[in-house]
């Protein structure tokens, strides 16, 4: 007798609707304060491990400096952009991600990339990956991403069952896949590789118009990256190699350093863009967005205390400046709240005050008083709360961001586009990668997707056909997969395929 199907709640019980959309309003919208099951399931998500970070938890880090180099005043008001050759002192980190501390620096993952700005005007967190793109487009997929590339909680081991059945079922991870799969998936050092914002982000000048900003940071050292064959080899023999190396670079004097640029496109674009430019799974062709040269940064520092600086770093998505913003990507929209509820629950409430996370260039004045290790004047004798009539901070209307409008009904939607997951998928197959980096993407990902379920073989190979026919065909030449089978589950809808590989 079949088994009844379990029926998903909430922590307490009240039915869940959809557990594939946050609730937004209009489309694309922001996503909105009440969506209660979101923020259940993100807050307890960042307090399912301790005391080390849920994800990133292998990482290194550096200081150094951001250099302005072009003029791009009419793109922001951002005051630490403001002027060619206004430099602003940075901490930068990278890391893996879905690995623990101990885990080896090669690992075939995608790479953090964090940069802190301590500008006059607060903290700015630049919050990336060395990838474009990610794997998923709706905050709400996140914890269940994430679990799925740790531990199977009955063996404790990581399996490439719980791993490829999620990615087979989430079409719009192709791109990321594809790129995960191929050599920028083991980067050689964390000074070779670019590092990418990812999300779309508004940004506006003095005048108050807006516009919608991609970020790159380009390695200056140039992008190298080990076959998984190295990979494999110096994870065992040295699993600290990234670590190390970006540490001795430094030392020797060899400065890591990436030239930061940005892509721009108006309001009136958006609309009519064939991309859903707030899709984080997409991005923005150069040919249509050509990148524009912005400033350097240079890494001249290496930390005194890893655990001062680099384990207690904190970044977050949500830390802007007058003139940065975020936009309506519904991943970004979680992001830029859980993080810092991440950081509360790992460091504490009073996080901020660590010297790496502090702002630098300016003080901070606030009324958020008292909590678990408060280090300062915890705002001395003045007032805590607003309005008051005792010369407590007073806000700044001036500062204030352009507003968008925004309509429609609040639920729980889909981003609507045109059936585009696989498009730039296959033309990073087709027209990006040569030879040599088809092979080795196909060896790859045969390497990981044979040691899985055969359905689920045919599930996530059927997505590499559609893709491209290349592709698809001969990943599963690799697995000994009939070949027409994939054929035919890939002219599925996604609802029709996992049903017939359930």
Same mark, same amino acid.
């Given at each position: 007798?079949?088994?009844?199907?379990?029926?998903?709640?909430?922590?307490?019980?009240?039915?869940?609707?959809?557990?594939?959309?946050?609730?937004?309003?209009?489309?694309?919208?922001?996503?909105?304060?009440?969506?209660?099951?979101?923020?259940?399931?993100?807050?307890?998500?960042?307090?399912?491990?301790?005391?080390?970070?849920?994800?990133?938890?292998?990482?290194?880090?550096?200081?150094?400096?951001?250099?302005?180099?072009?003029?791009?005043?009419?793109?922001?008001?951002?005051?630490?952009?403001?002027?060619?050759?206004?430099?602003?002192?940075?901490?930068?980190?990278?890391?893996?991600?879905?690995?623990?501390?101990?885990?080896?620096?090669?690992?075939?993952?995608?790479?953090?990339?964090?940069?802190?700005?301590?500008?006059?005007?607060?903290?700015?967190?630049?919050?990336?990956? =060395? !990838?474009?793109? +990610?794997?998923?487009? *709706? $905050?709400? /997929?996140?914890?269940?991403?994430?679990?799925?590339?740790?531990?199977?909680?009955?063996?404790?081991?990581?399996?490439?069952?719980?791993?490829?059945?999620?990615?087979?079922?989430?079409?719009?991870?192709?791109?990321?896949?594809?790129?995960?799969?191929?050599?920028?998936?083991?980067?050689?050092?964390?000074?070779?590789?670019?590092?990418?914002?990812?999300?779309?982000?508004?940004?506006?000048?003095?005048?108050?118009?807006?516009?919608?900003?991609?970020?790159?940071?380009?390695?200056?050292?140039?992008?190298?990256?080990?076959?998984?064959?190295?990979?494999?080899?110096?994870?065992?023999?040295?699993?600290?190699?990234?670590?190390?190396?970006?540490?001795?670079?430094?030392?020797?004097?060899?400065?890591?350093?990436?030239?930061?640029?940005?892509?721009?496109?108006?309001?009136?674009?958006? =609309? !009519?863009?064939? +991309?859903?430019?707030? *899709? $984080?799974? /997409?991005?923005?062709?150069?040919?249509?967005?050509?990148?524009?040269?912005?400033?350097?940064?240079?890494?001249?520092?290496?930390?005194?205390?890893?655990?001062?600086?680099?384990?207690?770093?904190?970044?977050?998505?949500?830390?802007?400046?007058?003139?940065?913003?975020?936009?309506?990507?519904?991943?970004?929209?979680?992001?830029?709240?859980?993080?810092?509820?991440?950081?509360?629950?790992?460091?504490?409430?009073?996080?901020?005050?660590?010297?790496?996370?502090?702002?630098?260039?300016?003080?901070?004045?606030?009324?958020?008083?008292?909590?678990?290790?408060?280090?300062?004047?915890?705002?001395?004798?003045?007032?805590?709360?607003?309005?008051?009539?005792?010369?407590?901070?007073?806000?700044?209307?001036?500062?204030?961001?352009?507003?968008?409008?925004?309509?429609?009904?609040?639920?729980?939607?889909?981003?609507?586009?045109?059936? *585009?997951?696989?498009?730039?998928?296959?033309?990073?197959?087709?027209?990006?990668?040569?030879?040599?980096?088809?092979?080795?993407?196909?060896?790859?990902?045969?390497?990981?997707?044979?040691?899985?379920?055969?359905?689920?073989?045919?599930?996530?190979?059927?997505?590499?056909?559609?893709?491209?026919?290349?592709?698809?065909?001969?990943?599963?030449?690799?697995?000994?997969?009939?070949?027409?089978?994939?054929?035919?589950?890939?002219?599925?809808?996604?609802?029709?395929?996992?049903?017939?590989?359930?």
């Amino acid at each position: 007798m079949a088994k009844e199907q379990k029926k998903l709640t909430t922590n307490f019980g009240k039915p869940v609707d959809d557990d594939q959309n946050s609730i937004t309003v209009g489309i694309p919208g922001p996503t909105i304060f009440e969506d209660i099951h979101v923020a259940e399931k993100l807050a307890h998500f960042n307090r399912e491990r301790i005391p080390e970070r849920v994800v990133h938890a292998k990482g290194a880090g550096a200081g150094g400096y951001f250099e302005v180099t072009h003029d791009v005043t009419k793109y922001t008001r951002a005051k630490f952009l403001s002027k060619i050759g206004k430099r602003t002192e940075v901490f930068a980190r990278f890391s893996t991600v879905g690995g623990e501390k101990g885990s080896a620096d090669t690992a075939r993952d995608p790479r953090g990339f964090a940069v802190k700005f301590y500008t006059e005007e607060g903290n700015y967190d630049m919050v990336g990956n =060395n !990838t474009p793109v +990610f794997f998923i487009r *709706d $905050v709400i /997929k996140f914890p269940d991403f994430i679990h799925t590339q740790k531990r199977n909680p009955a063996t404790n081991a990581k399996d490439p069952d719980m791993f490829w059945d999620f990615l087979s079922l989430t079409p719009e991870s192709i791109h990321q896949v594809t790129i995960l799969f191929s050599d920028r998936g083991t980067p050689k050092s964390y000074r070779h590789m670019n590092g990418y914002g990812g999300h779309t982000f508004k940004f506006w000048n003095a005048k108050g118009e807006y516009f919608w900003v991609k970020i790159h940071f380009k390695t200056v050292q140039g992008i190298q990256n080990y076959a998984r064959q190295e990979a494999t080899r110096l994870a065992g023999e040295n699993p600290d190699i990234a670590t190390d190396d970006l540490y001795q670079a430094i030392e020797r004097g060899e400065y890591p350093a990436w030239d930061v640029q940005f892509q721009i496109m108006k309001p009136e674009q958006v =609309n !009519t863009y064939k +991309f859903n430019p707030f *899709d $984080v799974t /997409k991005v923005l062709p150069h040919a249509d967005f050509p990148v524009i040269p912005v400033g350097r940064m240079v890494l001249n520092r290496n930390p005194q205390n890893y655990f001062a600086e680099v384990e207690q770093s904190a970044f977050c998505p949500g830390n802007f400046v007058p003139g940065i913003g975020p936009s309506p990507d519904k991943m970004l929209q979680g992001r830029i709240i859980f993080y810092h509820d991440a950081h509360r629950y790992r460091l504490g409430p009073n996080y901020h005050l660590i010297p790496v996370n502090s702002p630098k260039g300016v003080m901070a004045n606030n009324y958020q008083r008292d909590g678990a290790m408060r280090v300062d004047d915890n705002g001395g004798g003045g007032p805590n709360y607003y309005p008051n009539s005792f010369q407590g901070p007073e806000p700044q209307p001036e500062m204030a961001e352009p507003a968008l409008e925004f309509s429609g009904k609040a639920a729980r939607q889909p981003y609507v586009h045109p059936n *585009d997951d696989f498009v730039q998928a296959g033309t990073l197959y087709r027209k990006v990668m040569n030879d040599e980096a088809r092979e080795h993407l196909i060896g790859n990902i045969v390497d990981h997707l044979g040691n899985a379920q055969k359905r689920i073989q045919l599930r996530q190979t059927a997505l590499f056909y559609k893709a491209d026919t290349e592709y698809g065909t001969r990943v599963a030449q690799g697995l000994k997969l009939d070949a027409k089978e994939v054929e035919r589950l890939a002219k599925m809808s996604q609802e029709e395929r996992a049903k017939a590989t359930k």
